[in-house]
């Protein structure tokens, strides 16, 4: 057995040992540094990317894949053809641009068959490599040069082809192109990836047998090399097959995504189960007397749904585990109600609930909207925020520890330093995408064991709830309550802006109230769109006969609440906000809304937006202002709006057109970042991979070393990222 690290100090002294050693033989845990075309300097480049084992250096996967035996002619391209064409380069040269700051590079690339131009602009250093002679690929769009009227590629990918029939690089193979990692290239990538096949190349595999066996998958080793050495199977067209490699739908292909799924799911399902945990005894008991105190502050009959959620939730509550679950619904679908009843549960059982918002306006209104509920029960409710000071918040963190309180309601306050409960039973978070995921987590710490519910409006595709919330049990309330109307939605242009305003003229006569979005608080210089400043000054003076008000998040927390005050009580007939108003604020008489610059809002938010009118008697009505769609996506976007006013349906699409990253933002984007699978894309393995954990993991079907290096390889890959999935 080979000492790697005593290998590693003979490379010192011999590189020409070390590589008859250690290249006979490699294992997908053998670090990179011991490969062939890898030096201390390119391993560097390698680990800063991430990658510093062969099985990290293999999960790079190709971009694309070129069929280098069927590039087409020069002679048969058409503008816009997106492909690759293979070529000598018989002349080349650099030449002075007319604008200012602008190189160009050219060459003439010919296949025998017909010449064509490429160029390349503010790249000089490429007359060093790209010379007369040589022959290279180029991988690009096909354009028409508007002086010449030639056909031309313009900065393509390019890559330097070997002068053999065969090996990397030659004409007969289906080829896998890389993205350059540091400095190094595509192509070195490729020569350093193919080494690695040149020699035995051994593995532990991460799935059951009974896995690979119930869907046909190579074991890792050979699906690696089938994705990194590709050839059709015998019997397979290659056009089909290279069709196939385009769509990640081959065997081999479908394997990785599948794995990175299931090691994922065995993770979260790991993190679930900790969750649920309690070193308690706490006794639930639903009584008579809970039951009675419950109808008392309904202000309607739950529906079906809510219903069902909350015997969910109880049954959580009740149970010898703690809860980890997420409240999901739709706008208007009520939550909050269900909420309330859960924490009544627990009050009734002599523990505390605490309710946390991430703004202090929305923190307010529950707060009031709770308070006023609850008067009729002997609970005492107080409320919490960094705008609590002086003799106030020592009194209300004195009696919260001393369980005179029974429900605090606040902001991101009740999880810092310094606020501690006599005993927390319940903890609501609501907006869970608006905090940090880990900060639920941080609630554990202020009880023995709380439950904790999560809320959100935000309704989340399928493939998403398994991923950032994969630790969590589910609740969806999928039914809106009674008398809710379906808010109707519409797209107009600037040119039909004095058709909008008459509009809304027509509506302010009938005593209806507005709320016009802006994208921006004040005017940029960066981007030319609607600011909300300048936008309440034009439309004061565009309706002197009526009240018109500002909103956004620059405004200390008073001026906010007076704003909103004196809205809802119709003091003001217009209210012009930022997206401050995006999330859970409540006016039942705001029946129109105005969206300036509709097609830079994600569709979740958009529908979002929507979602603070029509929640009084009359139907709401929606007007999303278009200052010209700058692409098919922002076009997409506003049709689907219009269609449905189903918030599972828009997050289905809005995930589908912008994907995960955009879908989730910054602080939770790595838990859409896999090296295979897509969430939009494959979702059935996604589906798949949690059934089959979950079967595994009940039935007890791996051992006690196959479980640890599956959860190995899960803390490797996500156990670092941000805290996102810790659950403390």
């Given amino acids: 057995m080979i000492n790697r690290q005593n290998v590693h100090d003979r490379l010192l002294f011999n590189n020409c040992l070390v590589e008859e050693l250690v290249l006979k033989n490699l294992e997908l845990k053998t670090p990179v540094r011991f490969l062939k075309g890898v030096g201390p300097s390119r391993a560097e480049m390698l680990k800063a990317a991430g990658i510093e084992t062969v099985e990290e250096l293999l999960s790079w996967m190709p971009v694309r894949y070129e069929d280098r035996a069927f590039s087409p002619s020069i002679s048969s391209l058409r503008e816009g053809d997106k492909v690759s064409v293979n070529g000598m380069i018989s002349a080349s040269g650099r030449r002075a641009v007319r604008k200012r700051g602008l190189s160009l590079f050219e060459l003439i690339v010919s296949d025998g068959e017909g010449c064509l131009s490429v160029k390349y602009f503010n790249q000089p250093y490429l007359s060093g490599t790209l010379k007369d002679g040589c022959r290279a690929s180029f991988?690009?769009?096909?354009?028409?040069?508007?002086?010449?009227?030639?056909?031309?590629?313009?900065?393509?990918?390019?890559?330097?082809?070997?002068?053999?029939?065969?090996?990397?690089?030659?004409?007969?193979?289906?080829?896998?192109?890389?993205?350059?990692?540091?400095?190094?290239?595509?192509?070195?990538?490729?020569?350093?990836?193919?080494?690695?096949?040149?020699?035995?190349?051994?593995?532990?595999?991460?799935?059951?047998?009974?896995?690979?066996?119930?869907?046909?998958?190579?074991?890792?080793?050979?699906?690696?090399?089938?994705?990194?050495?590709?050839?059709?199977?015998?019997?397979?067209?290659?056009?089909?097959?290279?069709?196939?490699?385009?769509?990640?739908?081959?065997?081999?292909?479908?394997?990785?995504?599948?794995?990175?799924?299931?090691?994922?799911?065995?993770?979260?399902?790991?993190?679930?189960?900790?969750?649920?945990?309690?070193?308690?005894?706490?006794?639930?008991?639903?009584?008579?007397?809970?039951?009675?105190?419950?109808?008392?502050?309904?202000?309607?009959?739950?529906?079906?749904?809510?219903?069902?959620?909350?015997?969910?939730?109880?049954?959580?509550?009740?149970?010898?585990?703690?809860?980890?679950?997420?409240?999901?619904?739709?706008?208007?679908?009520?939550?909050?109600?269900?909420?309330?009843?859960?924490?009544?549960?627990?009050?009734?059982?002599?523990?505390?609930?605490?309710?946390?918002?991430?703004?202090?306006?929305?923190?307010?209104?529950?707060?009031?909207?709770?308070?006023?509920?609850?008067?009729?029960?002997?609970?005492?409710?107080?409320?919490?925020?960094?705008?609590?000071?002086?003799?106030?918040?020592?009194?209300?963190?004195?009696?919260?520890?001393?369980?005179?309180?029974?429900?605090?309601?606040g902001t991101h306050s009740l999880i810092q330093e310094g606020v501690s409960f006599q005993e927390l039973g319940l903890a609501v978070i609501d907006e869970q995408h608006r905090?940090?995921?880990?900060?639920?987590?941080?609630?554990?710490?202020?009880?023995?064991?709380?439950?904790?519910?999560?809320?959100?409006?935000?309704?989340?595709?399928?493939?998403?709830?398994?991923?950032?919330?994969?630790?969590?049990?589910?609740?969806?309330?999928?039914?809106?309550?009674?008398?809710?109307?379906?808010?109707?939605?519409?797209?107009?242009?600037?040119?039909?802006?004095?058709?909008?305003?008459?509009?809304?003229?027509?509506?302010?006569?009938?005593?209806?109230?507005?709320?016009?979005?802006?994208?921006?608080?004040?005017?940029?210089?960066?981007?030319?769109?609607?600011d909300a400043t300048a936008m309440h000054q034009s439309l004061a003076a565009l309706f002197p006969h009526c009240r018109v008000g500002l909103l956004h998040g620059r405004m200390d927390f008073e001026a906010k609440t007076r704003t909103m005050l004196e809205f809802r009580d119709g003091l003001i007939s217009i209210l012009v906000a930022t997206t401050v108003v995006e999330v859970g604020i409540d006016i039942p008489d705001a029946t129109v809304m105005l969206i300036e610059h509709a097609e830079r809002f994600g569709l979740s938010q958009l529908h979002q937006l929507r979602g603070r009118v029509g929640r009084g008697e009359k139907p709401g009505l929606c007007i999303l202002m278009s200052a010209g769609l700058s692409s098919e996506s922002s076009a997409e976007r506003l049709e689907v709006m219009c269609e449905s006013n189903d918030g599972f349906y828009i997050a289905e699409k809005d995930l589908e057109i912008r994907g995960p990253g955009d879908y989730l933002g910054a602080r939770q984007s790595g838990a859409a970042d896999f090296h295979f699978g897509s969430l939009v894309k494959h979702y059935d393995l996604l589906a798949a991979a949690r059934q089959d954990v979950s079967e595994i993991f009940r039935d007890n079907l791996l051992s006690k070393s196959g479980k640890e290096q599956l959860l190995n390889a899960f803390d490797h890959k996500w156990g670092q990222r941000a805290g996102l999935y810790s659950s403390s």
């Fill in 435 to 530: 905090f940090g995921v880990v900060q639920r987590g941080r609630f554990r710490g202020k009880g023995a064991d709380p439950d904790v519910l999560v809320m959100t409006a935000t309704p989340i595709p399928r493939s998403m709830a398994m991923t950032v919330y994969g630790d969590l049990d589910v609740s969806i309330i999928d039914e809106l309550p009674p008398g809710r109307k379906r808010v109707k939605t519409v797209v107009r242009q600037e040119d039909q802006r004095g058709e909008v305003y008459s509009l809304l003229d027509e509506r302010l006569k009938s005593e209806e109230r507005i709320i016009v979005v802006c994208p921006l608080v004040e005017e940029s210089e960066q981007v030319d769109l609607k």
């Fill in 139 to 409: 991988y690009g769009t096909v354009s028409r040069d508007k002086y010449t009227g030639e056909l031309a590629m313009i900065n393509p990918e390019t890559e330097l082809l070997g002068s053999g029939p065969t090996g990397p690089g030659g004409s007969d193979q289906i080829v896998p192109v890389y993205s350059r990692i540091d400095k190094i290239s595509g192509r070195l990538l490729r020569q350093i990836i193919s080494g690695i096949f040149s020699v035995t190349l051994s593995g532990e595999d991460l799935l059951h047998q009974s896995i690979l066996d119930k869907y046909g998958f190579p074991t890792t080793v050979e699906a690696f090399r089938l994705i990194h050495c590709p050839s059709p199977p015998p019997g397979v067209d290659r056009m089909l097959f290279l069709e196939l490699l385009g769509k990640l739908a081959t065997p081999a292909q479908k394997r990785m995504i599948y794995e990175e799924f299931f090691v994922f799911q065995a993770g979260m399902r790991r993190k679930r189960d900790e969750n649920r945990r309690r070193s308690g005894t706490r006794q639930i008991k639903i009584t008579t007397l809970l039951r009675d105190r419950i109808k008392s502050v309904l202000p309607f009959k739950p529906t079906g749904a809510q219903k069902r959620a909350l015997r969910e939730i109880v049954q959580d509550i009740a149970s010898p585990y703690c809860m980890n679950r997420l409240l999901q619904g739709d706008v208007g679908s009520g939550k909050t109600i269900v909420a309330l009843q859960a924490m009544m549960v627990v009050m009734e059982n002599g523990c505390q609930a605490a309710f946390m918002a991430p703004t202090e306006l929305l923190a307010e209104q529950h707060f009031k909207n709770l308070e006023r509920l609850l008067e009729v029960t002997p609970f005492r409710t107080e409320f919490l925020s960094s705008a609590v000071k002086g003799q106030s918040r020592k009194r209300i963190l004195r009696d919260l520890q001393n369980g005179t309180i029974q429900l605090i309601v």
